[in-house]
């Protein structure tokens, strides 16, 4: 009957955690695309007015 208590606190704490374990691993193997080097981001300038 514990279980059941657990589940709800148990779940998203390991799907966080797997969310930032895949990404860290996809930041180590360099799979990861920054911002300032992507094409499409330099491709649209953004003119912010004041």
């Known amino acids: 009957m514990s279980f059941w208590a657990i589940l709800p606190v148990s779940l998203p704490?390991?799907?966080?955690?797997?969310?930032?374990?895949?990404?860290?691993?996809?930041?180590?193997?360099?799979?990861?695309?920054p911002v300032d080097n992507w094409y499409v981001a330099k491709s649209y300038p953004i003119h912010v007015k004041v």
Request: glycine residues 4%; neutral net charge; proline residues 0%.
């Open 13 to 33: 704490a390991l799907t966080i955690t797997g969310i930032w374990v895949v990404y860290a691993m996809a930041l180590y193997n360099q799979h990861v695309c």
